[in-house]
């Protein structure tokens, strides 16, 4: 693959030739939303066919044509926020800059694109990779760099890396492509480590990017039967190198592991061996490297899966799927010793999915179409609307 420097569009250019990414006032504040939010937060949505993100409840940034979300990121400053969407036509992936109320096309591409997607500590560039899948395998794809403040994209240089795994605190990149895993220089993508990743699957990497974690799959030999057996087990290692800790065997089928914010401990449902099928919150500790229970199970408990730790880590987010098949959202404060169900009236649809908006805030998607933010402190809806996609909290 050539190594030769590629600029995507430049959205600045697309903004003043296109209209793509056009700023334009609205009048009056957000219909719908309580007293506050509009002039708190950031409102990004997809409505009426074009993505926009609403500053204040007073003006409208538009990027380009909209979709469903498949990948949003927020820097660490706060300053941008990156979202991927998607439509019949295309995958598009954007950057908002909060610091000069304006819109960037970073790529566009197949409507099958997955992207993923980190940044970096110190500077604040965001590295990002594209693939298009071919069955259980990465296809043609790219990783890519946009430093803070640019107003262009350029080729990391990788030549067959497709997904960013990690911006490392050293200040070197982790790309994979469907066989490896790189440690790799963000500049020319000069390869420092490779790990074989052939039997490593669902791989996360902790927000320090110090540890990761991910599932090893492989045939074991069981001497009962005189057969080879699938057999997957959940590992964390550092992403430095050593030995790996296994944390629980193929029979719990452990899935959905989701680091909190300090790295030092990993969520993750389990299938309780019961036989009901149901599953279980499970906390692992690099620091004892026990797990417990987020909330010890008994005969009616509700299947617990998907967990979600809150940007400061004192509360988990996790579905909760009733023995009837109610479905609902649940979370956990620490220090408390029960769990609390979100605020949710049935007339507003099933929740469907949930993510946090910063420490005491939901976005809540419902079956009906809409979305809804959600203040956890006064137990509230204070927005709903069809298209909101994601909310940004004052910097």
Same mark, same amino acid.
Request: overall charge negative.
């Given at each position: 693959?050539?190594?030769?420097?590629?600029?995507?569009?430049?959205?600045?250019?697309?903004?003043?030739? $296109?209209?793509?990414?056009?700023?334009?006032?609205?009048?009056?504040?957000?219909?719908?939303?309580?007293?506050?939010?509009?002039?708190?937060?950031?409102?990004?949505?997809?409505?009426? +066919?074009?993505?926009?993100?609403?500053?204040?409840?007073?003006?409208?940034?538009?990027?380009?044509?909209?979709?469903?979300?498949?990948?949003?990121?927020?820097?660490?400053?706060?300053?941008?926020?990156?979202?991927?969407?998607?439509?019949?036509?295309?995958?598009?992936?954007?950057?908002?800059?909060?610091? &000069?109320?304006?819109?960037?096309?970073?790529? &566009?591409?197949?409507?099958?694109?997955?992207?993923?997607?980190?940044?970096?500590?110190?500077?604040?560039?965001?590295?990002? +990779?594209?693939?298009?899948?071919?069955?259980?395998?990465?296809?043609? !794809?790219?990783?890519?760099?946009?430093?803070?403040?640019?107003t262009e994209v350029t080729r990391a240089g990788c030549s067959t890396s497709?997904?960013?795994?990690?911006?490392? *605190?050293? !200040?070197?990149?982790?790309?994979?492509?469907?066989?490896?895993?790189?440690?790799v220089e963000p500049s020319g993508c000069g390869t420092l480590r490779t790990?074989?990743?052939?039997?490593?699957?669902?791989?996360?990497?902790?927000?320090?990017?110090?540890?990761?974690?991910?599932?090893?799959?492989?045939?074991?030999?069981?001497?009962?039967?005189?057969?080879?057996?699938?057999?997957?087990?959940?590992?964390?290692?550092?992403?430095?190198?050593?030995?790996?800790?296994?944390?629980?065997?193929?029979?719990?089928?452990?899935?959905?592991?989701?680091?909190? *914010?300090?790295?030092?401990?990993?969520?993750?449902?389990?299938?309780? #061996?019961?036989?009901?099928?149901?599953?279980?919150?499970?906390?692992?500790?690099?620091?004892?490297? #026990?797990?417990?229970?987020?909330?010890?199970?008994?005969?009616?408990?509700?299947? #617990?899966?998907?967990? $979600?730790?809150?940007?400061?880590?004192?509360?988990?987010?996790?579905?909760?799927?009733? #023995?009837?098949?109610?479905?609902?959202?649940?979370?956990?404060?620490?220090?408390?010793?029960?769990?609390?169900?979100?605020?949710?009236?049935?007339?507003?649809?099933?929740?469907?999915?949930?993510?946090?908006?910063?420490?005491?805030?939901?976005?809540?998607?419902?079956?009906?179409?809409?979305?809804?933010?959600?203040?956890?402190?006064?137990?509230?809806?204070?927005?709903?609307?069809?298209?909101?996609?994601?909310?940004?909290?004052?910097?």
């Amino acid at each position: 693959m050539s190594r030769a420097l590629e600029m995507c569009v430049a959205a600045w250019l697309l903004i003043a030739l $296109s209209g793509c990414g056009s700023s334009a006032p609205v009048t009056g504040p957000l219909e719908g939303a309580a007293p506050g939010v509009t002039s708190a937060m950031d409102i990004i949505s997809t409505e009426g +066919g074009s993505l926009t993100m609403t500053v204040g409840g007073t003006k409208v940034i538009e990027a380009g044509p909209g979709g469903r979300r498949s990948f949003v990121s927020v820097s660490p400053d706060g300053r941008y926020a990156v979202i991927a969407v998607t439509a019949a036509d295309a995958s598009r992936l954007y950057a908002f800059d909060r610091d &000069s109320d304006r819109a960037m096309l970073l790529h &566009s591409g197949s409507p099958d694109l997955v992207y993923s997607g980190d940044w970096a500590e110190k500077t604040g560039n965001f590295a990002f +990779g594209y693939y298009v899948p071919e069955g259980k395998r990465m296809g043609s !794809g790219d990783i890519r760099l946009f430093a803070a403040g640019a107003t262009e994209v350029t080729r990391a240089g990788c030549s067959t890396s497709r997904a960013v795994a990690s911006w490392l *605190p050293d !200040g070197n990149l982790m790309v994979r492509d469907s066989d490896n895993l790189y440690i790799v220089e963000p500049s020319g993508c000069g390869t420092l480590r490779t790990i074989d990743a052939r039997k490593m699957h669902h791989l996360v990497v902790s927000p320090s990017g110090k540890t990761m974690a991910y599932i090893v799959r492989e045939l074991v030999y069981n001497r009962d039967t005189r057969t080879y057996e699938a057999d997957s087990t959940l590992y964390v290692s550092e992403t430095t190198g050593g030995d790996a800790v296994k944390v629980l065997g193929d029979k719990y089928k452990p899935r959905n592991f989701a680091w909190s *914010p300090d790295g030092s401990e990993l969520a993750f449902d389990a299938e309780l #061996q019961d036989g009901s099928g149901r599953r279980a919150i499970s906390i692992f500790s690099l620091n004892t490297r #026990q797990s417990s229970y987020l909330v010890p199970p008994s005969p009616e408990s509700p299947s #617990q899966e998907k967990p $979600s730790w809150s940007p400061a880590g004192n509360h988990i987010l996790f579905r909760s799927t009733g #023995q009837k098949g109610d479905t609902n959202f649940m979370y956990r404060t620490s220090g408390e010793p029960f769990s609390r169900a979100i605020p949710w009236a049935d007339k507003d649809g099933i929740p469907v999915y949930a993510l946090w908006v910063d420490e005491n805030m939901l976005l809540v998607a419902a079956s009906d179409g809409t979305s809804a933010l959600i203040e956890m402190a006064q137990g509230a809806e204070i927005y709903r609307a069809t298209g909101l996609l994601h909310a940004l909290p004052p910097r």
